[in-house]
Every structure is written in C-alpha cells, then in structure tokens.
C-alpha cells in the first residue's frame, strides 16, 4: 500500500474487508458479489458492478445498488468503456456518460449512471474484467475512489486466482456457480433468464421462473448446527437438479432460497406439476450422521406470456406465490 494517501478509517475497512473475503472461500461469485457491496459505500457510489469479459461481450456477473437489477447484463465490448478498461489494461474514468463517447450510453441511461470508474480485473497476467463504480451525477470519482477501486480490484485478483486453480476457462464456472451445491448462483441465473426471455418474445417457446425457499432451516441450524445446516442446503439442491430437463436451471440464489428456469415447451398446467413433483422429492426422508432431519420447501411460480414478459414482474409474481403457498402450509401445521 506504499504511496497511498487514504485515511485510516478507509485502510481499516479494506483490510477487514480482506478477512470477510477469506470467510468466503473458494466462492468466488460470493467474493465478487461482497466485494461490490463494499465498493458503493468506500467510493460513495450509487453502483457498484463486476463485469467479466466473455467472448466479445461484458457481463454483469455481480451487482449492487442501483445496478443490483442489471444483474446479468450483457453489453458489447466494443462501444463500452469496461471493454476499454479490458483492451487497454488501465483505469479509466467517465465524467459525464452523455458527452464521452466511450460509453455505451444507452446501456448507462438504462441503468441510471452519469458519472463511472472502472478498473481491471487481472488474472495471470491478463486483464478478465472489470470492478465498476458509478454515479446518477456528473464528475462524481476522483484519485481517491481511483485508489480505493484498485486496492478493491486486487482483493478480486486475489480471489480469482485461489479460486480457479488449474485452467483460465474454470474462471467463468467459479464465477456462475454457488461454491457449497455447485447450482448455478443467482448472477447466471438472472443472466440465463435474460437471454430465456428475449427468445421467448420472439416466439421460440415460453418461460416459467420458479421460486423456492426452504422450510425449517433454521429449526436445523439452531438445534444441529451449520454442518447439518448445510448437508440439508446440499440435499435439497441435489434433489432439485434430479427433477429437470437438460434445458431447465437450477440455481442456489442465496441461504435457503433457490430458482429454476424452465424453459421452452411449458404450459401451467405441466409447471404445477412440475412444483408438486419437486416439493415431492424434496421432502423425501434424510438422516445426516445418524439423525434424521424433516426437510421441506415451499414453491411459488410465474409462467410468460400469461404472467408478463419482463423479468423483474415475474421475478416479483414467483416470489409473491411462494409466500402464499408457505403461509398456507404454515396455517395446515398449526
């Protein structure tokens, strides 16, 4: 940290921000995700995104903020000043997103930023992304946020390489995947029901978005402890994933709540009892070192074009649905 000017306090929170990182694990989509949650309030930023660069695209593979809902966001590399930052391995800066042509100002306007700084992400020697700050006002970053940023970039670096152990393809999976069930994590989740949605406003089949959340957790963790606690989390996943097409997703989307995407020919009929055969299989018997543990969940689910196109409202409907179906089997229980 040589040649930084930062105050203490703003020292002291990256460096325990270091020891939140190493709580984390191999999870490197957690790390990613933990590490923008910090970046907004250290740069005093509305936003905060890590954008990983694959192919000839970006994509928001964590979001915070007011980006929080662009989660899975894909832009062009060309035309956009994260491809930029990747191309020329060096932090840039935007000012006023309406007057840089660097940007891809639509993509700025749909989020709701002005102002950016974006720095590399670098990984054997190569620059695999971009950690970005932005703000609804003009001339919102300077040096400070610029050191902060690279001093928050690195902590990903060093993530990225512990995590991805062997080759620079297994990066993209550590950053997709939820590190305990191996499920997809909530950003390819958002990114997969993005792509899902667009095919299916163009006619190539329908889309149904199924929100799950686990019954009785906490009962396990409180009376058996986290290792029973996530041996349920593991077995619920498992179970999940036996019950769907090659085609459908599967994805932890954080604690005990999980989603699926089923996609292509689905109607609501076959998605009910696609959600009876799946609460079915989850609350089949489990014993965890000799000790069985009652496991259940309540599903709730939102089908297009019936229930909306747009994924915030079927987002929003599934979640809706699944509260109702757990208030129903709470009042059956008492």
């Keep these: 940290m040589n040649g930084l000017n930062l105050n203490p306090a703003l020292l002291l929170e990256i460096i325990n921000l270091q020891t939140d990182i190493a709580r984390q694990g191999l999870d490197l989509g957690g790390v990613m995700q ?6 907004g309030a250290l740069c005093g930023a509305s936003a905060a995104v890590v954008e990983l660069a694959e192919g000839g695209e970006m994509v928001y593979r964590a979001a915070a903020g007011v980006a929080e809902g662009a989660l899975g966001l894909r832009l062009k590399r060309d035309g956009s000043l994260s491809g930029l930052c990747v191309a020329e391995d060096r932090i840039l800066r935007c000012d006023d997103s309406e007057t840089d042509a660097r940007v891809d100002r639509e993509a700025c306007r749909k989020v709701g930023l002005r102002s950016m700084l974006v720095v590399p992400l670098r990984h054997e020697g190569q620059s695999v992304g971009v950690l970005k700050v932005g703000a609804p006002q003009t001339d919102a970053f300077g040096q400070q946020q610029a050191q902060i940023l690279g001093l928050l970039s690195e902590l990903i670096g060093a993530a990225i390489f512990h995590a991805v152990q062997y080759e620079s393809s297994d990066l ?13 994590n909530r950003a390819l989740f958002y990114d997969r ?42 077995q619920v996943a498992t179970r999940i994933a036996r019950e769907l097409r090659q085609e459908d997703l599967a994805a932890r989307l954080g604690g005990d709540e999980f989603g699926i995407l089923l996609c292509g020919s689905v109607d609501r009929d076959g998605v009910g009892k696609k959600c009876n055969s799946i609460t079915h299989a989850i609350g089949a018997p489990f014993e965890f070192e000799g000790r069985a543990l009652r496991l259940g969940a309540s599903i709730g689910y939102a089908v297009t074009p019936d229930d909306g196109q747009e994924m915030d409202q079927l987002i929003e409907l599934a979640d809706k649905a699944m509260y109702r179906v757990k208030q129903a089997r709470k009042a059956v229980a008492a």
């Design 193 to 234: 029901l993005r792509q899902q949605l667009a095919q299916a406003k163009r006619g190539s089949g329908n889309v149904a978005v199924l929100n799950i959340d686990m019954d009785g957790l906490k009962a396990i963790n409180d009376n058996l402890g986290h290792r029973a606690g996530d041996a349920a989390i593991c």
């Design 34 to 39: 933990l590490v923008c949650q910090r970046a």
């Design 172 to 184: 993209y999976y550590r950053a997709t995947h939820d590190a305990l069930t191996s499920l997809a």
